[in-house]
């Protein structure tokens, strides 16, 4: 079982950035895929981007591409995403997750973290 904290939301500025951790626990970090995924209010929760087990693939919605960027460190146990020009359709709840697999395919998510909040203003 992996334990997932989310931190680093907020509330900022379009065009502005921010930038989310995740600190996993439990279960070898290493060893699996890792991802993002955001719920906006009254809307499906959907994947933001994804990172195999040693940080070589990653994965993006189209969304997010060239805006956001995917990374961990796997000696601290780490899983990270640097947003930058956000923009007010962002907003929502982001959650870290870890994957059964060693690639971040969508539906191999099963462990989630409590969510933090990023909020875009205009």
């Known amino acids: 079982q992996v334990q997932l904290v989310e931190s680093g939301g907020g509330l900022v500025q379009a065009g502005g950035s921010l930038r989310l951790s995740c600190a996993a626990s439990g279960r070898t970090f290493s060893s699996y895929a890792m991802g993002w995924f955001r719920q906006a209010l009254g809307k499906e929760r959907e994947f933001v981007a994804g990172?195999?087990?040693?940080?070589?693939?990653?994965y993006y919605a189209d969304s997010v591409k060239g805006r956001f960027t995917i990374s961990r460190d796997n000696a601290k146990n780490t899983l990270y995403l640097q947003m930058n020009s956000l923009k007010p359709e962002d907003t929502a709840v982001y959650y870290c997750?870890?994957?059964?697999?060693?690639?971040?395919?969508?539906?191999?998510?099963?462990?989630w973290g409590q969510g933090t909040q990023v909020t875009v203003s205009s």
């Open positions: 997750a870890a994957s059964t697999n060693r690639l971040p395919f969508k539906s191999s998510f099963n462990s």
């Open positions: 990172i195999g087990w040693s940080g070589g693939n990653t």
